[in-house]
């Protein structure tokens, strides 16, 4: 069992946990339930932005403790004065050091698209992800079967809410590809041995067709690296160790993206 295969396993058990503890009636009293939610297709597209996805994680599977101590309200302020396009905030607790709260938290101080980062397996963690106030879910299709996928696609475009689909390699990408989903990230981590290979991306993106955004995720450090991904039509760029492994992630965000040659839009 790898470590994604662990994950999965373990959220199984976890929703049944919080389905007895938290009903979907309650969670449907959120406020969030009458707003709608932005558009990750769209800020990813907007050419005053860099297209950088800024993710705010504690720890990782992979390095561990990264940074204990950042605040989610000032981080993920100047991650969007920095200039990105979009915000992704790690909720699962066990595996990366998050909660449920600091995606509320970030959307109570910024107006972009936030992307709930967790191992969605049920239908009602999209609801959870909509009564904290994300407007994008990530699905992975390494920890999916397709019908299954597909459903919970279906379930998460009912409530307004936008798709990343995540996969890993070509079988993966051919296996889930469908109108159904929003934007196609591809992981250039290999789960199996925590390796890193920008080539993933490289590989992958003659095969995703042109109708789809382009995310490109893990081992981005360089703005090299995403101007030669730009070159393979890549839109998106999810970053989070880069910045969070600082002790200021909001300033190596602005640093990055002032290196990267964009405006900074406050």
Same mark, same amino acid.
């Given at each position: 069992?790898?470590?994604?295969?662990?994950?999965? @396993?373990?959220?199984?058990?976890?929703?049944?946990?919080?389905?007895?503890?938290? !009903?979907?009636?309650?969670?449907?009293?959120?406020?969030?339930?009458?707003?709608?939610?932005?558009?990750?297709?769209?800020?990813?597209?907007? !050419?005053? *932005?860099?297209?950088?996805?800024?993710?705010?994680?504690?720890?990782?599977?992979?390095?561990?403790?990264?940074?204990?101590?950042?605040? &989610?309200?000032?981080?993920? %302020?100047?991650?969007?004065?920095?200039?990105?396009?979009?915000?992704?905030?790690?909720?699962?607790?066990?595996?990366?050091?998050?909660?449920?709260?600091? $995606?509320?938290?970030?959307?109570?101080?910024?107006?972009?698209?936030?992307?709930?980062?967790?191992?969605? &397996? #049920?239908?009602?963690?999209?609801?959870?992800?909509?009564? %904290?106030?994300?407007?994008?879910?990530?699905?992975?299709?390494? %920890?999916?079967?397709?019908?299954? *996928?597909?459903?919970?696609? #279906?379930?998460?475009?009912?409530?307004?809410?936008?798709?990343?689909?995540?996969?890993?390699?070509?079988?993966? $990408?051919?296996?889930?590809?469908?109108?159904?989903?929003?934007?196609?990230?591809?992981?250039?981590?290999? *789960?199996?041995?925590?390796? &890193?290979?920008?080539?993933?991306?490289?590989?992958? @993106?003659? *095969?995703?067709?042109?109708?789809?955004?382009?995310?490109?995720?893990?081992?981005?450090?360089?703005?090299?690296?995403?101007?030669?991904?730009?070159?393979?039509?890549?839109?998106?760029?999810?970053?989070?160790?880069?910045?969070?492994?600082?002790?200021?992630?909001?300033?190596?965000?602005?640093?990055? %993206?002032? @290196?990267?040659?964009?405006?900074?839009? &406050?």
């Amino acid at each position: 069992m790898n470590i994604l295969e662990e994950i999965a @396993a373990f959220k199984q058990t976890e929703v049944a946990d919080r389905k007895s503890l938290v !009903p979907v009636k309650l969670l449907e009293q959120s406020i969030y339930f009458e707003t709608q939610p932005v558009s990750l297709k769209k800020y990813l597209q907007r !050419p005053d *932005l860099s297209g950088i996805i800024a993710e705010f994680k504690r720890k990782s599977p992979s390095l561990g403790m990264i940074n204990p101590h950042a605040a &989610v309200e000032k981080t993920t %302020i100047g991650y969007m004065q920095a200039g990105a396009s979009a915000l992704s905030v790690l909720t699962d607790q066990k595996y990366f050091g998050g909660k449920s709260e600091d $995606l509320t938290t970030a959307r109570k101080y910024n107006f972009c698209p936030i992307l709930r980062k967790d191992f969605i &397996v #049920d239908e009602y963690q999209i609801v959870e992800a909509k009564s %904290i106030g994300a407007d994008v879910i990530l699905l992975i299709a390494g %920890i999916l079967e397709t019908p299954k *996928l597909n459903q919970l696609a #279906d379930f998460a475009r009912s409530l307004g809410l936008e798709i990343l689909l995540e996969v890993h390699d070509q079988e993966e $990408l051919e296996r889930t590809l469908s109108d159904k989903v929003d934007v196609i990230g591809v992981n250039n981590r290999n *789960l199996k041995d925590f390796t &890193v290979s920008i080539n993933t991306s490289k590989e992958l @993106a003659a *095969l995703i067709p042109d109708s789809f955004i382009k995310v490109s995720e893990s081992g981005i450090g360089q703005p090299e690296t995403i101007r030669e991904l730009r070159q393979f039509r890549y839109q998106g760029f999810l970053m989070g160790e880069a910045f969070m492994k600082t002790s200021r992630p909001e300033k190596a965000c602005a640093d990055f %993206i002032h @290196a990267l040659g964009q405006t900074a839009a &406050v």
